[in-house]
């Protein structure tokens, strides 16, 4: 299942999401909003994502991939549009798999495919540093 949404990720909420019947592994990672500095003395105090059409699509897209490349019996992708603070969670990218490599090594894949999406636009909100 794949998922873009304007509303607070819930860990709580996710879980259920995700097939795990014959599953002995489940991975869940969240991106969260990172408080950080840059050259000129300026934080981060949140970031704004904006979605073009084709991100579903190509998050289906990623999803398969890894169902194609490992052993999986789900994968559960979310992604949040809008404007979000420090500490609040971007994403999620979960795999459910007979066995924890499968399971880990998917999910990694898909943390790192969901970064360099094409369909999606990240501006960074910067306050002054005293």
Not at 16 to 29: C, Y
């Amino acid at each position: 299942m794949v998922l873009i949404t304007t509303y607070p990720i819930n860990p709580a909420d996710s879980y259920p999401l995700l097939s795990s019947i014959s599953s002995g592994s489940i991975v869940l990672h969240y991106a969260v909003v990172k408080n950080q500095g840059d050259a000129i003395g300026k934080t981060t105090n949140g970031i704004n994502y904006r979605f073009s059409g084709e991100a579903t699509e190509e998050m289906n897209g990623i999803a398969t991939e890894l169902k194609e490349q490992w052993q999986l019996e789900d994968v559960l992708m979310i992604r949040r549009e809008g404007s979000l603070a420090v500490g609040e969670i971007i994403s999620l990218v979960a795999a459910s798999a007979p066995a924890s490599e499968d399971a880990f090594q998917a999910c990694q894949q898909g943390i790192s495919r969901m970064k360099k999406m094409k369909t999606v636009t990240k501006g960074v909100r910067l306050d002054d540093n005293g």
